[in-house]
C-alpha cells in the first residue's frame, strides 16, 4: 500500500506538469455576429444596437467573472471599428450596458488582460522552466490577479486534471493487481494512459520518460517479475523496457552502467548488513560498536564515516526497498 502511495505522488507530479498548462476554453467563443457588420465609428443607433445584443448575450449571467472574459470576444470588435476611440468606446458601452456593474466588468477585464501581457512577457522564461516550476509561476499569478474566481475561470481544466489523475490511479492499481499482465503489455498501458495526460502539455520528452519509468519500476508486480530473473537476464529485460519507452542508445548505454554500479553496491551492502547480523549476536556495547565501526572501513572505504553517521540517525540505506531499474 505505500508503494502504491508512492506512485500516486509521482502521478500527481506528472499530471499537475501535464494538465495545467491546457489553454483556458472561455475566451474561444465565436465572434458576435451582429457586431461583424460595423465598420466605422459608431453612431447612436450602432451603440443601442450593441448594448442591446450584449444585453441579449450576458444579463442573465453578468454576475460571473466568466461572462466578463467571453465579452472580450465583442471588446475585439469594437477596438477594430472604432480604432484608438475603443477602449473609451467599450468602457462606454460597458457602463451604459450593465449600470454599476460595468466598472467591475472592466476590472476583470483588465485583470485578464495583465495576465495575457505576463505569459507574453514571460514566454520564455515559462518555456526554459522545468515543469513543476513554470506550473507553479503561472497559478501563482493567476491566484495573485483573480484570487478564488482562478478556480472559476479555468475550473474546465480543474476537472480535467481530477479526470486524468482519476484514470491514471487507477491504471496503476490495475497494473499493479493483476499478475497475468506481461511487464510489455504493463508499459503499453500505463505509457497509453500517460500519453492521454499529457496530450497538448508542454512537458519535455525527457521528463514524460523519467516520470514514466519512475511510476513503472514502481510496480510491485514488475518487481516481483524481475525479482524473479537472474542479473544477467534482469539487466537485458531492463534495458529493452527502457528502449520501449523512447531512450536512445546513449542513454540505454549510460543507465546500463548506472545499474552495474548500483548492483554492485546493493551486493556489497546486503554482504555488510549480513555480517553486521551476526556481529549484534556476538557482541554488544561499546565492544559491538567498534566492531561494526570496523567492518564499515572494511566494507565502503572513504564512505564508512557516511555509513556511520547515517545509521546513528537510524537510516539504513540497505535496509530500504530495492526497485530494480531505479535504484
Known amino acids: 500500500m505505500k508503494n502504491i502511495i508512492n506512485l500516486f505522488i509521482s502521478l500527481a507530479l506528472l499530471i499537475g506538469v501535464a494538465v495545467y498548462f491546457f489553454r483556458p476554453q472561455v475566451v474561444n467563443e465565436e465572434r458576435p455576429q451582429d457586431v461583424v457588420s460595423f465598420a466605422k465609428p459608431l453612431e447612436a443607433g450602432e451603440t443601442e444596437t450593441l448594448i442591446h445584443a450584449l444585453r441579449q448575450d450576458f444579463l442573465a449571467s453578468i454576475d460571473s467573472i466568466l461572462t466578463h472574459i467571453k465579452m472580450l470576444s465583442y471588446r475585439e470588435h469594437i477596438y477594430k471599428i472604432a480604432g484608438k476611440a475603443g477602449p473609451g468606446e467599450w468602457q462606454r458601452l460597458m457602463q451604459m450596458a450593465f449600470g454599476d456593474k460595468g466598472d467591475l466588468i ?3 477585464q483588465a485583470k485578464w488582460d495583465e495576465y495575457q501581457a505576463w505569459l507574453s512577457i514571460q514566454a520564455v522564461v515559462l518555456q526554459n522552466a522545468d515543469p513543476l516550476t513554470r506550473q507553479g509561476m503561472i497559478w501563482q499569478k493567476r491566484t495573485d490577479l483573480f484570487a478564488d474566481d482562478a478556480k472559476i475561470i479555468w475550473a474546465d481544466e480543474i476537472a480535467a486534471y481530477e479526470e ?6 487507477n491504471t ?17 498501458t500505463l505509457n497509453n494512459q500517460f500519453a492521454l495526460a499529457a496530450e497538448s502539455s508542454q512537458m519535455p520528452a525527457e521528463a514524460y520518460r523519467s516520470s514514466l519509468a519512475s511510476v513503472y519500476f514502481g510496480l510491485d508486480t514488475v518487481q516481483g517479475e524481475l525479482g524473479k530473473m537472474d542479473a544477467e537476464q534482469r539487466q537485458a529485460t531492463i534495458h529493452n523496457l527502457r528502449k520501449n519507452m523512447g531512450y536512445n542508445e546513449a542513454q540505454l548505454k549510460s543507465m546500463d552502467a548506472q545499474d552495474k554500479e548500483r548492483e554492485e553496491r546493493w551486493a556489497v551492502g ?9 556481529l549484534s549476536s556476538i557482541y554488544q556495547g561499546a565492544e559491538l560498536e567498534q566492531k561494526i565501526a570496523d567492518l564499515q572501513r572494511e566494507y565502503f572505504k572513504r564512505e564508512a564515516k557516511t555509513i556511520s553517521m547515517e545509521e546513528a540517525d537510524g537510516f539504513y540505506r540497505f535496509e530500504r526497498p530495492r526497485y530494480y531499474g531505479r535504484n
Not at 486524468?164 to 490511479?169: A, E, I, S, T, V
Not at 492499481?173 to 511487464?183: E, G, P, R, V
Open 172 to 188: 496503476i492499481t490495475q497494473l499493479n493487481t493483476q499478475a497475468d499482465i506481461s511487464l510489455e503489455q504493463r508499459l503499453v
Open 270 to 278: 546486503y554482504q555488510y548488513m549480513a555480517a553486521k547480523e551476526k
Open 164 to 169: 486524468q489523475r482519476m484514470n491514471l490511479q
Open 106 to 108: 472592466l476590472l476583470n
